[in-house]
C-alpha cells in the first residue's frame, strides 16, 4: 500500500467520479483508476462499487475509509511536527445551498489568514444532504441546522452551537402588514408569497399551514436567496427567511403560530483525525457572527439564511 493510493481512494470518494478525481490529484484517469485496482488488490476487497452513475463506496470502502482519513491525518501532522509545514493540510467543509457568498467569503478570508497551510474545499447542500455526506464521511464538517423535518442530528456526531436563528416574515416596508409590530397566522391566507424553496423547515409550514387551513398565494418560487429578496423588495410578495437575513428596504416581523428557532451548529464527526479540523472548531468558535448585522446602516443584507 502505497500512501498515493491513499489520496486517490480519498479523491475518488470525495468527488464520486473517476474523471473527477483524477483531476483533483492531476494526474490521468487511467493512472487513478490503476492506483485505485492496486490498493483493491493489495487489500483483497472491492472498495468502490462502479455500476452506477456515480462511483461509490462498498461497505468495505466504508470500513477502509476511516483508516486512509486517520493514515491521512497522520502524515500531515508528521510534516507539520517534522518542519514540512509547506505541505497544505486539506479539509472538506459542508455548507448550507443559502449561505450567501460574501459571508462565506469573509469567513473563509479569516480561517486562510490565520491557517495559511490549511486548504479549504466546499460542498453545498440541504441539511440532510450534509448530514449524509458526514455519515459518508465525504466531508470532515457542517455547518447545518439540524431539527427541521428529515435532518435530526445524528448523536454520534460532535457539534458546537454558532448561532440561533429566528423565522421571520419580510416583506417590503411599504406593505399593509409592515405597520405591524406582529403578524398572525391567519394573515397569511391569500397572502401574496414568495417560496423559498431550499428552506430547510418548509415541511414544518406546510403541515402548519394545512392543519389551519391557510393557504398563501405562492406568485414565485426560488432556490436562490437573493431572487426571493429582490422580490420582496420589489413588493412582488412577501417571504419567510431567518431573522438575519436583512435587506434594506424590508420590513421582518414574527409571525405568531411560526415560532420557529434554530440552532446553528458545526458538526463533525468525534473520530476524525484531519489535524485542521482543531484549527477550523476554534476559528468558528471565536467567529463574529454578528459583524455585518451591526453594518446594516450602511445598506448590507445580513448573511445568513437556511
Given at each position: 500500500?502505497?500512501?498515493?493510493?491513499?489520496?486517490?481512494?480519498?479523491?475518488?470518494?470525495?468527488?464520486?467520479?473517476?474523471?473527477?478525481?483524477?483531476?483533483?490529484?492531476?494526474?490521468?484517469?487511467?493512472?487513478?483508476?490503476?492506483?485505485?485496482?492496486?490498493?483493491?488488490?493489495?487489500?483483497?476487497?472491492?472498495?468502490?462499487?462502479?455500476?452506477?452513475?456515480?462511483?461509490?463506496?462498498?461497505?468495505?470502502?466504508?470500513?477502509?475509509?476511516?483508516?486512509?482519513?486517520?493514515?491521512?491525518?497522520?502524515?500531515?501532522?508528521?510534516?507539520?511536527?517534522?518542519?514540512?509545514?509547506?505541505?497544505?493540510?486539506?479539509?472538506?467543509?459542508?455548507v448550507p445551498r443559502s449561505l450567501p457568498s460574501e459571508h462565506l467569503a469573509r469567513l473563509l478570508a479569516s480561517f486562510q489568514a490565520a491557517n495559511g497551510q490549511?486548504?479549504?474545499?466546499?460542498?453545498?447542500?440541504?441539511?440532510?444532504?450534509?448530514?449524509?455526506?458526514?455519515?459518508?464521511?465525504?466531508?470532515?464538517?457542517?455547518?447545518?441546522?439540524?431539527?427541521?423535518?428529515?435532518?435530526?442530528?445524528?448523536?454520534?456526531?460532535?457539534?458546537?452551537?454558532?448561532?440561533?436563528?429566528?423565522?421571520?416574515?419580510?416583506?417590503?416596508?411599504?406593505?399593509?402588514?409592515?405597520?405591524?409590530?406582529?403578524?398572525?397566522?391567519?394573515?397569511?391566507?391569500?397572502?401574496?408569497?414568495?417560496?423559498?424553496?431550499?428552506?430547510?423547515?418548509?415541511?414544518?409550514?406546510?403541515?402548519?399551514?394545512?392543519?389551519?387551513?391557510?393557504?398563501?398565494?405562492?406568485?414565485?418560487?426560488?432556490?436562490?436567496?437573493?431572487?426571493?429578496?429582490?422580490?420582496?423588495?420589489?413588493?412582488?410578495?412577501?417571504?419567510?427567511?431567518?431573522?438575519?437575513?436583512?435587506?434594506?428596504?424590508?420590513?421582518?416581523?414574527?409571525?405568531?403560530?411560526?415560532?420557529?428557532?434554530?440552532?446553528?451548529?458545526?458538526?463533525?464527526?468525534?473520530?476524525?483525525?484531519?489535524?485542521?479540523?482543531?484549527?477550523?472548531?476554534?476559528?468558528?468558535?471565536?467567529?463574529?457572527?454578528?459583524?455585518?448585522?451591526?453594518?446594516?446602516?450602511?445598506?448590507?443584507?445580513?448573511?445568513?439564511?437556511?
Open positions: 500500500m502505497e500512501l498515493y493510493q491513499i489520496r486517490y481512494f480519498l479523491a475518488l470518494v470525495e468527488q464520486g467520479s473517476f474523471v473527477k478525481a483524477a483531476e483533483k490529484c492531476f494526474v490521468s484517469q487511467p493512472t487513478l483508476s490503476s492506483g485505485i485496482k492496486k490498493l483493491e488488490d493489495d487489500l483483497g476487497v472491492r472498495l468502490f462499487d462502479r455500476t452506477g452513475r456515480t462511483t461509490t463506496t462498498t461497505s468495505a470502502g466504508d470500513r477502509f475509509l476511516s483508516h486512509a482519513r486517520t493514515i491521512a491525518a497522520e502524515m500531515a501532522a508528521a510534516r507539520v511536527s517534522t518542519g514540512r509545514s509547506d505541505q497544505e493540510t486539506e479539509l472538506v467543509l459542508g490549511t486548504l479549504v474545499y466546499l460542498r453545498d447542500g440541504t441539511a440532510s444532504e450534509l448530514a449524509h455526506w458526514l455519515q459518508r464521511r465525504r466531508i470532515n464538517a457542517a455547518i447545518m441546522a439540524p431539527g427541521a423535518s428529515g435532518s435530526a442530528l445524528d448523536p454520534a456526531f460532535d457539534h458546537q452551537v454558532l448561532f440561533r436563528s429566528r423565522l421571520m416574515l419580510a416583506m417590503h416596508e411599504d406593505h399593509p402588514l409592515a405597520r405591524r409590530n406582529q403578524a398572525d397566522l391567519p394573515q397569511l391566507d391569500d397572502l401574496r408569497m414568495i417560496g423559498r424553496n431550499h428552506c430547510e423547515f418548509m415541511p414544518d409550514i406546510r403541515r402548519i399551514l394545512k392543519d389551519r387551513h391557510i393557504r398563501p398565494r405562492v406568485v414565485y418560487r426560488t432556490d436562490r436567496d437573493d431572487f426571493a429578496l429582490a422580490g420582496a423588495q420589489s413588493g412582488l410578495g412577501a417571504v419567510l427567511v431567518p431573522h438575519r437575513l436583512r435587506r434594506r428596504g424590508l420590513k421582518l416581523l414574527p409571525v405568531r403560530g411560526l415560532d420557529m428557532v434554530r440552532d446553528v451548529l458545526l458538526v463533525r464527526h468525534p473520530d476524525d483525525g484531519n489535524p485542521a479540523l482543531p484549527l477550523l472548531t476554534e476559528h468558528l468558535g471565536r467567529f463574529d457572527w454578528q459583524a455585518r448585522e451591526r453594518s446594516r446602516s450602511a445598506g448590507e443584507g445580513l448573511p445568513w439564511a437556511h
